[in-house]
């Protein structure tokens, strides 16, 4: 798992998650409109708007707020109009950061994620600087108690999946991107728990980080960037030691 990957995982599992879930919520509803606009209402024949409604489901979002946020997505309901803006920079020691937005003022957003940038050690980029050390794939979780490796891997491949991936605590189906969906379906018909779905960035090569210092810039920098408001993702190519991660955690 990259790094970055890792490092979410920890930080969901601290309490003061729990304060932000008014936040997490604005996220959220933010995605189901813009997919909304983008595909269409119905989440049958929309594939990202079905992954951001089980997304919402799964953080106990109220069925009447996903409801409005698909109508201001179709139309059917005055609201903001969002656009999808993503910036690229570079971190401490030179780690690759992808940063994606939905936003409403994209000057607003643009001068916060710059100043984020700055204010922890890294400088923004200009567009592509960082995006080809990265591959867009489907990335489908599973844990490791309900199923064996091999049968995964065998279920995964018939549905079409390209790879299966050994984790600490879950396996991951990877998938091209168009393939998300179908596959995730095919492996619940096959019986297989299914954490969650989503398209991701992978980094293709990584830049480890040894030291504690530069470690404790860069996750005050990608933690920043999590916590505005208009950044709904964020991707990195860190690596770092299991023990170190623990001392920043």
Not at 47 to 68: F, S, W, Y
Not at 71 to 81: I, P
Not at 95 to 120: G, M, P, Q, W, Y
Request: proline share 3%.
């Amino acid at each position: 798992m990259a790094g970055h990957s890792k490092w979410h995982n920890i930080r969901h599992k601290k309490a003061k998650m729990d304060a932000k879930r008014g936040q997490l919520f604005t996220k959220l509803l933010r995605e189901i409109t813009v997919a909304a606009k983008q595909g269409g209402g119905d989440p049958e024949f929309n594939p990202r708007l079905r992954i951001a409604i089980e997304k919402a489901k799964k953080a106990n979002m109220p069925i009447e707020n996903i409801e409005r946020a698909i109508k201001r997505g179709t139309g059917e309901l005055e609201g903001v109009t969002y656009e999808e803006v993503v910036y690229e920079g570079y971190g401490p020691e030179g780690v690759a950061i992808i940063v994606e937005c939905l936003t409403d003022n994209r000057n607003r957003t643009t001068s916060e994620v710059r100043h984020l940038f700055s204010k922890h050690g890294g400088n923004l980029g200009s567009s592509g600087c960082v995006s080809f050390l990265f591959e867009e794939k489907g990335v489908i979780t599973v844990p490791k108690e309900s199923i064996s490796e091999e049968e995964l891997f065998e279920k995964a491949v018939e549905a079409g999946a390209e790879d299966v991936v050994t984790e600490d605590e879950h396996y991951e189906v990877r998938t091209e991107p168009k393939d998300l969906y179908s596959v995730k379906e095919e492996l619940e018909k096959a019986g297989v728990i299914i954490e969650k779905a989503e398209l991701t960035r992978i980094p293709t090569t990584t830049v480890e980080i040894k030291d504690s210092e530069t470690a404790q810039k860069l996750i005050k920098l990608l933690d920043a960037l999590e916590d505005s408001d208009d950044v709904q993702k964020v991707y990195s190519n860190f690596e770092m030691s299991d023990e170190l991660m623990k001392q920043l955690a």
